[in-house]
């Protein structure tokens, strides 16, 4: 059975069977309603036989079970977790009605008698009891399981994709004609050969997904909704090869439903977004969570006049009236992408334009920045990517050399002068700044948008989009340059190259944190390079602390990075996971994800070079761009790019130790601990607690004299009496590094201090160099 997850305490569960059907591409056609709160319509999902059951679909039946069969025999033995269900579960009853916007059919409420329902339900997913027996599998038909929550699935239905018109290029030498069986196969040729058209021919390819989304239903599917699932079989299919690989849902939202937000923009105009919820979009639409389920998109979405629809699709849509009242608009992706990263945003935005001397000049001052980074880069380039294919920026010529994307600012109308004073003259000095640094910007264009004051955030990315909060707007430029640069490396580490595991947040947080600082330098092009490196210290300090503070309030268990360890990627057999802790209330206001991950990349940039460690990440970004990764991928590559780090002890295996598979602080170098004191010897003040707690996490007694010497000077200043006789220590066996600090005992003009400087001298003084002792009696008498 399903089981009942406590939403505010457990792992987020990823339900999807990806490994026996893989979504490929899906094509949404939806009415936004804010009357009642809900978004309506349908979605065409089209499938690829999955990984552990991927066989040739004209083989014939006999070829097909004969290969299933050979499956289930190989795991007799032990649970195969195939989610199948009796043939008698449940049966349907269904009538039709027009939508009140677009025209089409819309599913009615099944009866009373019929599993066919949007009640919530328990389903036998996943149950040790369904093992692949032979003697069993027979009687049993495949189910389906997509990642869906909060919605109310109306119908589910098979398209007859062979009778739409010029389909039959895709049918290679079969006819359209013969027995049912035959024709369910031709069906998922057709789909085979669409989703596998070469990367040239993705404009007609959008265009058959386009017709075949329209093609007439040809018989509907069992289904039923559990609480974090959509489960869905055909009668009589047994195996993920014969199942139907073009299907249609009919569904709606739920005005609770926890992916999308209604509220009103601060101009008091209604608007809906999707706000980055722990349970990311499935209860936006039924879909594969799991991040390998890499999957392009096209969708219509119809709403009132007046309301701008904003997507993260790579086209600036322009609205199309359908009647009076009513407008549609269409946005579409080429680039492979997980269903999380899809988002939408509808409102009374107004667009931002770029109207004032000021922008036009600050355009104008980024020819600096308008060629790629070095040669290096250029070959890279024209290596062959190793993502699976489609109309890729970094291998066309044009893409490689601009420098500035196409992009577009939208707000509330109360926000536009705002954001043409602080925003819109930001935008292409970071994207500028970014491209210097990492090279070809991965998506096409970008839209940024100031949403609803309830964003819980100060911004967040999506490809060819991103959300900031009105909050970067006020008090100048630099809060909210230095939240663009974050948004905007996103594009890079964790919408271009993404997390093969969600857990590994630190690889898209982590990476962003450390990038914005590097992007926001490059676009202060008129700040001399010392006050530059003085911003990027007093940053590291605040992190430094807010990390500090974050490890002393938390629990431990989520202050690991890489909190599956060992198994981080690894999936059941069906292709299902966890996100591990992903419906922890408290994770997602913590940082640790990008302070910890921050400093991780700081300390490896220091070891490297900066120049070293930027080279090292662009070629990263070129071998990786398109895929998904682990931690290992890019520390691997980085340790094979600095052969000499490896020599001096440095391994994936000891940064997996200190960095990311343990709770706390890691455990600095002495000359991290020398820097980070130094900050620390800058603060007018620091409590007991705090220095006890440097101590400890430190052991600072432990170090070397650099080390304990500036932890001696926090004592003095903090006037700390539980380290004095870390001093009284220093000054006895230390005494070619003491002297400076017998002034600083004296110079506080404290009595303590003054008779622990004059003790420390007595005691040593017999055994002091005759110079030393002069200037220290000169010091003290």
Same mark, same amino acid.
Request: charged fraction near 25%.
């Given at each position: 059975?399903?089981? #009942?997850?406590?939403?505010?305490?457990?792992?987020? !569960?990823?339900?999807?069977?990806?490994?026996?059907?893989?979504?490929?591409?899906? =094509?949404?056609?939806?009415?936004?309603?804010?009357?009642?709160?809900?978004?309506?319509?349908?979605?065409?999902?089209?499938?690829?036989?999955?990984?552990?059951?991927?066989?040739?679909?004209?083989?014939?039946?006999?070829?097909?079970?004969?290969?299933?069969?050979?499956?289930?025999?190989?795991?007799?033995?032990?649970?195969?977790?195939?989610?199948?269900?009796?043939?008698?579960?449940?049966?349907?009853?269904?009538?039709?009605?027009?939508?009140?916007?677009?025209?089409?059919?819309?599913?009615?409420?099944?009866?009373?008698?019929?599993?066919?329902?949007?009640?919530?339900?328990?389903?036998?997913?996943?149950?040790?009891?369904?093992?692949?027996?032979?003697?069993?599998?027979?009687?049993?038909?495949?189910?389906?399981?997509?990642?869906?929550?909060?919605?109310?699935?109306?119908?589910?239905?098979?398209?007859?994709?062979?009778?739409?018109?010029?389909?039959?290029?895709?049918? $290679?030498?079969?006819?359209?004609?013969?027995?049912?069986?035959?024709?369910?196969?031709?069906?998922?040729?057709?789909?085979?050969?669409?989703?596998?058209?070469?990367?040239?021919?993705?404009?007609?390819?959008?265009?058959?997904?386009?017709?075949?989304?329209?093609?007439?239903?040809?018989?509907?599917?069992?289904?039923?909704?559990?609480?974090?699932?959509?489960?869905?079989?055909?009668?009589?299919?047994?195996?993920?090869?014969?199942?139907?690989?073009?299907?249609?849902?009919?569904?709606?939202?739920?005005?609770?439903?926890?992916?999308?937000?209604?509220?009103?923009?601060?101009?008091?105009?209604?608007?809906?977004?999707?706000?980055?919820?722990?349970?990311?979009?499935?209860?936006?639409?039924?879909?594969?969570? !799991?991040?390998?389920?890499?999957?392009?998109?096209?969708?219509?979405? $119809?709403?009132?006049?007046?309301?701008? =629809?904003?997507?993260?699709?790579?086209?600036?849509?322009?609205?199309? #009236?359908?009647?009076?009242?009513?407008?549609?608009?269409?946005?579409?992706?080429?680039? !492979?992408?997980?269903?999380?990263?899809?988002?939408?945003?509808?409102?009374?935005?107004?667009?931002?334009?770029?109207?004032?001397?000021?922008?036009?000049?600050?355009?104008?001052?980024?020819?600096?920045?308008?060629?790629?980074?070095? #040669?290096?880069?250029?070959?890279?380039?024209?290596?062959?990517?190793?993502?699976?294919?489609?109309?890729?920026?970094?291998?066309?010529?044009?893409?490689?050399?601009?420098?500035?994307?196409?992009?577009?600012?939208?707000?509330?109308?109360?926000?536009?002068?705002?954001?043409?004073?602080?925003?819109?003259?930001?935008?292409?000095?970071?994207?500028?700044?970014?491209?210097?640094?990492?090279?070809?910007?991965?998506?096409?264009?970008?839209?940024?948008?100031? =949403?609803?004051?309830?964003?819980?955030?100060?911004?967040?990315?999506?490809?060819?989009?991103?959300?900031?909060?009105?909050?970067?707007?006020?008090?100048?430029?630099? /809060?909210?340059?230095?939240?663009?640069?974050?948004?905007?490396?996103?594009?890079?580490?964790?919408?271009?190259?993404?997390? $093969?595991?969600?857990?590994?947040?630190?690889?898209?947080?982590?990476?962003?944190?450390?990038?914005?600082?590097?992007?926001?330098? $490059?676009?202060?092009?008129?700040?001399?390079?010392?006050?530059?490196?003085?911003?990027?210290?007093?940053?590291?300090?605040?992190?430094?602390?807010?990390?500090?503070?974050?490890?002393?309030?938390?629990?431990?268990?989520?202050?690991?990075?890489?909190?599956?360890?060992?198994?981080?990627?690894?999936?059941?057999?069906?292709?299902?996971?966890?996100?591990?802790?992903?419906?922890?209330?408290?994770?997602?206001?913590?940082?640790?994800?990008?302070?910890?991950?921050?400093?991780?990349?700081?300390?490896?940039?220091?070891?490297?070079?900066?120049?070293?460690?930027?080279?090292?990440?662009?070629?990263?970004?070129?071998?990786?761009?398109?895929?998904?990764?682990?931690?290992?991928?890019?520390?691997?590559?980085?340790?094979?790019?600095?052969?000499?780090?490896? #020599?001096?002890?440095?391994?994936?295996?000891?940064?997996?130790?200190?960095?990311?598979?343990?709770?706390?602080?890691?455990?600095?170098?002495?000359?991290?601990?020398?820097?980070?004191?130094?900050?620390?010897?800058?603060?007018?003040?620091?409590?007991?607690?705090?220095?006890?707690? /440097?101590?400890?996490?430190?052991?600072?007694?432990?170090?070397?004299?650099?080390?304990?010497?500036?932890?001696?000077?926090? =004592?003095?200043?903090?006037?700390?009496?539980?380290?004095?006789?870390?001093?009284?220590?220093?000054?006895?066996?230390?005494?070619?590094?003491?002297?400076?600090?017998?002034?600083?005992?004296?110079?506080?003009?404290?009595?303590?201090?003054?008779?622990?400087?004059?003790?420390?001298?007595?005691?040593?003084?017999?055994?002091?160099?005759?110079?030393?002792?002069?200037?220290?009696?000169?010091?003290?008498?």
């Amino acid at each position: 059975m399903e089981t #009942q997850l406590d939403p505010m305490k457990d792992d987020l !569960p990823l339900m999807a069977n990806t490994s026996y059907m893989l979504l490929k591409h899906y =094509v949404l056609d939806l009415d936004v309603d804010f009357k009642s709160k809900v978004i309506e319509g349908s979605i065409v999902l089209f499938f690829e036989t999955g990984s552990q059951y991927r066989k040739t679909i004209s083989a014939g039946k006999e070829c097909c079970q004969s290969q299933f069969d050979e499956t289930c025999k190989m795991r007799a033995s032990e649970p195969c977790h195939i989610p199948m269900i009796n043939v008698s579960t449940c049966s349907s009853k269904t009538e039709c009605n027009d939508f009140a916007v677009s025209g089409k059919e819309e599913e009615a409420t099944s009866d009373g008698n019929s599993n066919h329902s949007n009640n919530e339900q328990a389903s036998g997913i996943s149950s040790s009891k369904d093992c692949c027996d032979i003697e069993d599998h027979g009687n049993k038909d495949f189910l389906l399981v997509l990642d869906c929550c909060d919605l109310s699935v109306l119908k589910v239905e098979e398209l007859d994709v062979a009778a739409v018109s010029g389909i039959e290029k895709f049918t $290679r030498s079969a006819k359209l004609t013969g027995v049912s069986k035959e024709l369910e196969n031709i069906r998922n040729q057709i789909v085979h050969e669409l989703v596998t058209l070469p990367a040239d021919h993705w404009k007609e390819q959008l265009y058959y997904f386009t017709h075949c989304s329209q093609a007439p239903g040809c018989g509907e599917l069992l289904f039923s909704t559990g609480t974090w699932s959509l489960e869905i079989r055909k009668s009589g299919i047994q195996s993920p090869a014969d199942f139907p690989h073009a299907i249609r849902i009919w569904y709606k939202t739920k005005p609770e439903g926890r992916s999308v937000t209604w509220t009103t923009d601060q101009s008091g105009r209604p608007c809906v977004y999707t706000m980055g919820s722990p349970i990311n979009n499935r209860a936006l639409f039924p879909c594969q969570e !799991p991040p390998t389920a890499l999957s392009t998109w096209q969708a219509s979405v $119809r709403t009132a006049s007046g309301f701008v =629809v904003l997507m993260s699709g790579e086209n600036s849509a322009e609205p199309v #009236q359908l009647r009076e009242g009513i407008l549609s608009w269409y946005y579409y992706v080429s680039m !492979p992408m997980p269903a999380s990263t899809f988002t939408i945003a509808v409102g009374c935005w107004q667009e931002v334009k770029q109207q004032s001397f000021k922008q036009k000049a600050a355009i104008g001052t980024n020819t600096e920045f308008s060629s790629p980074s070095s #040669q290096t880069d250029l070959r890279w380039h024209e290596e062959i990517c190793g993502h699976v294919e489609y109309p890729c920026r970094f291998q066309n010529p044009a893409a490689r050399l601009q420098a500035v994307i196409p992009y577009r600012v939208f707000a509330p109308w109360c926000l536009m002068e705002s954001c043409e004073e602080y925003l819109l003259h930001l935008v292409p000095q970071c994207l500028s700044a970014a491209y210097a640094t990492l090279g070809t910007h991965p998506f096409s264009r970008l839209d940024v948008l100031i =949403v609803p004051s309830n964003f819980s955030s100060l911004g967040m990315a999506s490809p060819h989009i991103i959300f900031l909060s009105q909050s970067v707007l006020p008090g100048g430029s630099h /809060l909210c340059g230095t939240r663009l640069c974050h948004e905007i490396a996103h594009a890079w580490f964790g919408l271009a190259i993404g997390a $093969r595991d969600w857990t590994e947040e630190w690889i898209s947080e982590g990476f962003a944190t450390f990038l914005e600082d590097i992007f926001w330098a $490059r676009a202060q092009q008129q700040l001399p390079h010392d006050e530059i490196k003085e911003q990027q210290e007093l940053k590291a300090l605040l992190r430094w602390r807010r990390l500090r503070d974050e490890v002393q309030n938390s629990e431990e268990e989520l202050q690991v990075l890489r909190p599956k360890k060992e198994s981080t990627g690894e999936v059941s057999e069906s292709g299902a996971s966890v996100v591990k802790y992903g419906l922890k209330a408290e994770k997602i206001f913590m940082q640790v994800h990008y302070l910890k991950g921050y400093f991780l990349l700081r300390s490896l940039a220091r070891k490297i070079g900066e120049v070293s460690y930027l080279a090292s990440l662009r070629k990263f970004v070129i071998k990786f761009h398109g895929q998904l990764v682990l931690s290992q991928d890019f520390l691997s590559m980085l340790l094979e790019d600095i052969p000499k780090q490896k #020599q001096s002890g440095l391994t994936v295996e000891s940064i997996f130790q200190n960095w990311l598979d343990t709770s706390g602080i890691p455990k600095l170098l002495p000359d991290q601990l020398v820097l980070l004191l130094e900050f620390l010897l800058e603060e007018k003040t620091l409590c007991p607690r705090i220095l006890q707690c /440097l101590e400890r996490t430190y052991q600072l007694r432990e170090q070397d004299a650099e080390v304990r010497h500036r932890w001696c000077e926090l =004592v003095i200043k903090h006037k700390y009496e539980p380290g004095y006789g870390d001093i009284e220590r220093f000054l006895r066996e230390d005494q070619a590094m003491g002297v400076y600090l017998y002034g600083e005992l004296m110079v506080n003009e404290d009595a303590k201090q003054q008779e622990l400087a004059r003790k420390c001298f007595a005691a040593a003084q017999e055994h002091m160099d005759a110079s030393s002792a002069k200037v220290v009696a000169e010091m003290l008498f």
